[in-house]
């Protein structure tokens, strides 16, 4: 998950924090696309009127390789993912709240099209399904491969479910189908500033 983080000048973050098995802080990320929608018939939000939105891409080192972190909304954005494979990301982590208009049409989809595309593992947190909150999550964490085939996801209650990963599949699969090698770089960029 994610919580509210007070920076230096007062400003409140949406971040999520990483931690070794020693309880070590080892990365966090600051959210950097504020949900800021009108859904016609659904809902609207506007983060912005209380949080900042962060600058940075997230790809950190663990003892099992490296691993990208963004949240929620920050997925949405292809580039994003992309930059944190380019970065060495073998899986991406995205804790998440989609609600009860966009989770349906969108969570799995989304989930399997940027693991395909990037040829990556993305792995979807998501909070259990109460209806009598105020906020209505969809719920739903998953767990998809570099080939966009689903391999755990959970429904809408509370639960846990351990899955492995073999992160070997990621360099398997992009030697089979190399989809980050095919880039034409040399007529298009993807850039960080």
Known sequence: GSVPEQGEAGEVYNTAYVFDRQG????????????????QGGQSFKESDTLTAGRDITVFDTEFGAIGLCICYDFRFPELARLMVLKG???????????????PAHWELMFRAQAMFNQCFAIGTAPAQDLNATYHSWGHSIAVGPWGNVI????????????????????????QLPLIKHRRTDLYALEVK
């Not at 073998?90 to 208009?101: R, S």
Request: aromatic share 8%.
């Open 89 to 103: 990301a073998k899986v991406v982590f995205v804790p998440a709240a989609f609600n009860m208009t966009t989770g």
């Open 152 to 175: 755990a996801q959970m429904d809408e209650k509370e639960g846990y479910q351990l899955i492995e990963l073999d992160l070997s599949e990621t360099e398997a699969i992009r030697q």
């Open 24 to 39: 070590r802080q080892i990365a966090k990320h600051r959210k950097m696309h504020l949900f800021d929608i009108d859904v």
